[in-house]
């Protein structure tokens, strides 16, 4: 059973099905203790599906979702997800788990079990003109739901501003633009790794920023009007003992299996490994991988009680949003410098708007900021191939960019840290090329040093006199204690060089200083 376990494929299954019986526990566990009922969280579940999207206002609120509703919304889009995975043709990998925790953190704050259907049937169409089957198409399926509150919205609202329910028109619309997206996203994905060179782990953000960016452009600039503005975040009252207690329960259960498995064996070469162009899972085992989720998972909640963010359902989504790169290149070790350069941007912004007087409202454990750092996580290569030092400067340049990005597609994007990340790469990755060394530059530099320095100390001359010269004695000389050096020639056999062929070591530059050295 334990060698059935160790297999990557069937181990992401089971880490998927093993989530998913988590949220549906947390579910009824939290209804019970907050005195929920079954109408109660089904109430919760469908607010949650027909309110606007487009904000991070938390699901939590009794208002909106519920703790029941909000779970139980988890556990549905989770099941779906798993489901796809279990589709003939699919191979769960690396990418898969990204996709899946990513999607999963979306299900606290932005996808709902009611607009994931509409870019499902994009991808589908796309299958079957392309005539692939729907298994192997798994992970598009998934980040296709990068852009669920646009469909939210052409369901629920489009095109005046008040929400009015069901429609004929509001559901042709949102299939429309649902399909568009699923035929669309499939043909774009492959170029994103060589747009920003493979430093952005969030690949899918890509394609679904720049689509998201279109159709803003065409819905609401060309069609109608802007869009409606969205509600400020950070608004939403702090759930501690719910959000933290569901995280220590899934990572501690991680590091256990994970440990189970053997992962403690290779977890030390995992986190010395740059996570460039890697997939955990594959090179260290499923034990370490899944144990790097558990501690990756860790490392994140304590960051953010450090800095003293509010544990509110979008905050519980950004920890799985973040810890969904923790089989494809991120670990504690490669992205604590972005975690620093994040808190130090904070504090040199708090400066400047002292000295000019401005309002500073982006600290690290503001809302729009705790969700950035999400997916500033998906730089971690940068700090895995050029040093900690390049991971602290990128995580104070994503810092800067990341609340700026959302007016260019109306933060319809979820996926807007991952597209910010990718912008990041697009201005400097080429910089650092330009001007830096890798890691592993540098050591070889090092080391092409050490070995000219030991080569220019080494032992000069009669080490390669004896080489190639015997010595005789002659009597006189040895009454009187001097050696006189009298070279004998070797005969000459077939295949081999006689001596008189041998340059002459007493000439200057018969042999350069290498091959003295070498003899």
């Known amino acids: 059973m334990k060698e059935k376990f160790k297999t990557p494929q069937t181990a992401i299954r089971w880490l998927f099905a093993g989530f998913t019986l988590l949220c549906l526990l947390a579910a009824v566990i939290s209804a019970a203790l907050y005195h929920e009922s079954a109408s109660d969280i089904f109430a919760g579940l469908g607010r949650i599906c027909t309110q606007s999207g487009q904000t991070v206002k938390s699901y939590f609120d009794s208002s909106y979702g519920g703790f029941g509703g909000t779970f139980l919304n988890a556990a549905l889009v989770c099941a779906v997800c798993l489901g796809i995975y279990c589709l003939p043709g699919s191979k769960p990998d690396g990418v898969s788990v990204l996709a899946f925790f990513l999607t999963a953190g979306f299900c606290f704050w932005g996808t709902t079990i009611l607009n994931i259907w509409f870019s499902f049937a994009g991808v589908l169409v796309y299958c079957l003109a392309m005539k692939k089957k729907p298994g192997a198409m798994a992970n598009a399926f998934l980040f296709s739901t990068g852009l669920a509150p646009l469909i939210t919205e052409m369901l629920f609202r489009y095109p005046g501003e008040a929400w009015h329910g069901f429609t004929g028109l509001g559901i042709v619309l949102a299939l429309a633009v649902g399909v568009f997206i699923g035929f669309l996203f499939p043909a774009v994905l492959p170029h994103s790794p060589q747009m920003h060179k493979g430093y952005d782990l969030y690949n899918a953000a890509v394609p679904i920023g720049l689509i998201a960016f279109f159709l803003r452009s065409l819905l609401y600039k060309i069609f109608t009007s802007a869009p409606p ?291």
């Not at 890697?278 to 960051?303: E, H, M, P, Q, R």
């Not at 000219?452 to 390669?464: I, K, L, M, T």
């Open 229 to 519: 503005a969205s509600e400020n975040v950070g608004l939403a009252d702090s759930f501690v003992p719910v959000s933290v207690g569901f995280c220590l329960v899934v990572f501690a259960l991680a590091i256990i299996w994970g440990l189970a498995l053997g992962g403690a064996k290779e977890y030390g070469r995992l986190l010395r490994d740059s996570g460039y162009n890697v997939d955990y899972g594959t090179k260290y085992g499923s034990g370490a991988a899944i144990l790097n989720f558990g501690v990756y998972g860790l490392f994140i909640v304590l960051y953010y009680v450090l800095v003293g963010a509010k544990w509110n359902a979008a905050t519980l989504g950004c920890v799985f949003c973040m810890v969904c790169c923790c089989y494809k290149g991120s670990h504690p070790a490669n992205v604590w410098p972005i975690m620093v350069g994040y808190v130090a941007a904070s504090y040199i912004a708090e400066f400047v708007c002292g000295l000019t007087g401005a309002e500073h409202t982006l600290m690290a454990n503001a809302q729009a900021i705790v969700i950035g750092l999400c997916f500033a996580n998906g730089l971690s290569p940068v700090t895995g191939v050029y040093g900690w030092l390049a991971g602290v400067v990128f995580g104070m340049i994503h810092y800067t960019f990341v609340t700026c990005v959302p007016l260019l597609h109306g933060a319809f994007c979820l996926y807007n840290g991952g597209f910010t990340a990718a912008f990041t790469c697009f201005l400097f990755i080429p910089v650092l090329e330009h001007f830096c060394k890798t890691k592993k530059d540098s050591r070889a530099g090092r080391s092409r040093m050490i070995t000219a320095s030991s080569a220019a100390n080494a032992p000069r001359g009669p080490r390669c006199i004896t080489a190639f010269s015997r010595t005789t004695i002659s009597p006189s000389s040895s009454a009187s204690g001097a050696r006189a050096p009298q070279p004998i020639p070797a005969r000459s056999a077939p295949g081999r060089t006689s001596l008189s062929r041998i340059p002459n070591l007493t000439t200057p530059g018969s042999l350069n200083r290498r091959s003295w050295t070498a003899a």
